[in-house]
């Protein structure tokens, strides 16, 4: 988990960071990634806090998520070339909604197929 943290600290410290040629792919595929990264984060900690029940353990993972995600954009602000947006933490706080949900869902459909 703190190594994929890690690994978003790194994308975010890169400067002008672009991923396509093209204006409107580069966006997709920037916030998508966004949503992909933070959803990944988010299950990493579901995994790290399941030995307490796993609704609580969702819901940290969430808040921890959202959290990391405010302070990844106030550290974006500090490089050349990128932007702090609450648009993004709302962008990453719903891939981390979806990835979780995909869990809770992944999660239900095996406990009842035990």
Known sequence: MAVWAGVIFALSATPHL???GAADLDFILRKSGHMVACGIL???LWRALTLSAIRRAMVWSLV???AYAATDEFHQSFTAGRNASPVDVCIDSAGALIALLALAAW???RARRA
Do not use: E, F, N
């Open 64 to 66: 921890l998520t959202v």
């Open 18 to 20: 672009r991923v396509a």
């Open 42 to 44: 988010a299950v990493l």
């Open 107 to 109: 999660l239900h459909m």
